[in-house]
């Protein structure tokens, strides 16, 4: 059965007869792309708090990969290379999880110190991955094809690689731009830690050039709580990408937060030190609960279109899939099994309920779909939040089973997002829907593997939690909802509980008015993160967004260019060398 291809991108061509998609080539530049991605992603999240688009990104690390090695490589090849980007770097971000399991054993009140070995990790989140990748196949032509939903994050692929394909001066500019960028943030990364520190003769534990400037906002609070503007050009990339309403949305919450709450608190003895890791334990329940009260919100106000999405799943709709339905049910029934034993072997699971875990992230993952397709957001914090509280019933105090079944589903839905942004880049460029599959299918596990035994590195080089280590603000709400659930309210700090309500009120209003006054009004996740986000992180994202807008309102010709390739390479080069660090420290190359 054929299917139209989009034309409502500039230089969409119908592929050529005999085309190569899925080259050997492809595959060996695929499997190179997703092991970098895979390894410098966790350090992206852990820091900033979230994943920034990954899919442009990916485009732009194939080209470079296809480019150095054959000059005559197609855009087809490309969007193979870039799907195993994508879909390790959804995998690496279940590092959330991981850190998790360290956030909730930092709590002494819970005399808990499980955690997953890298091994068990890398099992674990390889099932969980393949699951979701063929649970998301036969959703295929429903999503895409019949309703088609947007998915931006696929189209802004295809539009990059179409512009890569073209080996015209705007893609040779974009890769140039790439690479500077990639060089620029790696170098200014390193000579604000201890290494670059020593090249200089600075003071041991010290950069060359500071980490934050303007701790205090001039004078507005105590340098203690992670205030200021963070010299990382990481974060000037991410604020290009995520744009002004997000970045703005998060500098509110972020004053809040780290200016206005601090003294507040301090003032009237809710905190004794005006220290970050005080201040996170308060505002990370406000916080938490508007993010939790604006995604439910969110999805009730779309009960009609999520209705249609169970309603109108006939067969013919379902059919159409070029990767055969045999192999999705076989491999499905294959991948639950692995996952049961893993969950009941390794973290002692019962298997009634990773049984549940299993069935409840289907209908969770449909949910999930339909509201990244309409507003390119993935609730996927919110359905990992809705699954602990119902492990949290069927498995009283059990905080292993409350963090693996959130894991669970939040892998599942994860790995889903990620293939159907796949699917309609390819969709839109022409490619074939079973060639997708199978690149994600290889690079799942290649993620599984990166985050499972890079994650330790991160931890053992630049900490977990604290005044300076990695924040994980979603790792930090996990693990904070897996402390109520498992001591009760009582656990929550002082006036958190009233704070956290009326967060959760405020995200609902929110959410109701952004159906007619979207442009007046923050957006309740920008808030809801930024409140837990560092604020030098935070200030310094708003920062990028308004470089990057006042670039495009005086040169827009350059900024449609080189822009987004640029925030790429500004993003992937502190990741990278991140990563490279504590792998010269293991092999004893480099002094900790």
């Not at 230089?11 to 530049?29: D, L, N, Q, Y």
């Amino acid at each position: 059965m054929s299917e139209t291809v989009s034309e409502t991108i500039p230089g969409v061509i119908p592929k050529p007869p005999g085309t190569k998609e899925f080259t050997v080539r492809a595959v060996i530049a695929g499997i190179v792309v997703a092991a970098i991605m895979g390894a410098s992603y966790p350090y992206v999240v852990l820091k900033l708090g979230f994943g920034p688009n990954v899919s442009v990104v990916a485009a732009f690390f194939g080209y470079l990969f296809l480019g150095i090695l054959f000059r005559n490589f197609n855009r087809w090849e490309n969007n193979i290379v870039q799907t195993a980007g994508t879909s390790a770097a959804q995998t690496a971000f279940m590092c959330v999880i991981l850190a998790a399991f360290d956030f909730v054993a930092q709590n002494p009140k819970l005399h808990y110190s499980f955690a997953p070995s890298p091994f068990h990790a890398f099992l674990w989140l390889t099932a969980a991955s393949i699951l979701g990748i063929l649970l998301a196949v036969p959703l295929r032509r429903h999503y895409i094809v019949d309703e088609q939903l947007t998915y931006a994050d696929g189209v802004a692929a295809a539009e990059t690689i179409i512009v890569l394909d073209s080996r015209g001066k705007a893609a040779r500019a974009g890769a140039i731009a790439l690479a500077l960028g990639l060089l620029a943030s790696a170098a200014v990364w390193f000579f604000t830690q201890k290494w670059g520190g020593r090249i200089f003769g600075a003071v041991e534990g010290e950069g060359a050039i500071p980490e934050v400037i303007l701790p205090t906002m001039f004078g507005l609070t105590a340098a203690t709580t992670s205030a200021g503007f963070q010299v990382s050009l990481l974060s000037i990339g991410s604020g290009m990408i995520v744009g002004n309403r997000i970045n703005i949305s998060m500098a509110i919450g972020g004053l809040l937060s780290w200016v206005i709450a601090p003294k507040i608190l301090f003032d009237h003895g809710i905190i004794t030190h005006e220290t970050r890791k005080e201040i996170l334990l308060w505002v990370m329940w406000p916080g938490t609960g508007m993010l939790i009260a604006a995604g439910l919100t969110a999805l009730l106000l779309k009960w009609r279109t999520l209705a249609r999405t169970f309603s109108s799943l006939s067969a013919d709709a379902v059919s159409g899939g070029d990767f055969p339905l045999k192999w999705v049910g076989i491999g499905s029934a294959v991948a639950t099994l692995a996952l049961v034993i893993i969950e009941y072997t390794f973290f002692g699971i019962p298997l009634w309920l990773s049984l549940i875990s299993a069935a409840l992230s289907a209908p969770l993952m449909l949910v999930g779909l339909r509201v990244l397709g309409e507003t390119n957001w993935g609730p996927i914090s919110q359905l990992t939040n809705v699954m602990q509280a119902l492990f949290a019933a069927l498995a009283p105090g059990s905080i292993t089973t409350n963090l693996v079944a959130s894991g669970t589903t939040g892998t599942i839905a994860t790995q889903s997002e990620a293939i159907m942004q796949d699917y309609k880049c390819g969709h839109i460029i022409g490619s074939t829907p079973r060639y997708l599959t199978y690149s994600q299918l290889i690079a799942a596990p290649i993620g599984a593997a990166c985050v499972a035994f890079t994650y330790p590195l991160y931890k053992s080089t630049y900490g977990i939690g604290g005044e300076h280590g990695l924040s994980s603000p979603i790792s930090v709400r996990i693990a904070g909802f897996t402390d109520v659930l498992s001591s009760g309210f009582d656990a929550l700090p002082k006036y958190s509980l009233i704070a956290m309500v009326i967060g959760a009120a405020v995200g609902i209003v929110i959410t109701v008015g952004e159906g007619k006054f979207k442009k007046y009004l923050p957006s309740p996740t920008g808030l809801g993160i930024g409140m837990m986000v560092p604020g030098n992180v935070v200030f310094t994202m708003v920062l990028g967004g308004i470089l990057y807008s006042l670039w495009m309102r005086y040169h827009k010709e350059s900024a449609d260019k080189i822009g987004m390739p640029l925030a790429s390479g500004l993003i992937a080069g502190e990741a990278i060398m991140a990563i490279i660090i504590p792998v010269l420290i293991a092999a004893k190359l480099l002094s900790p």
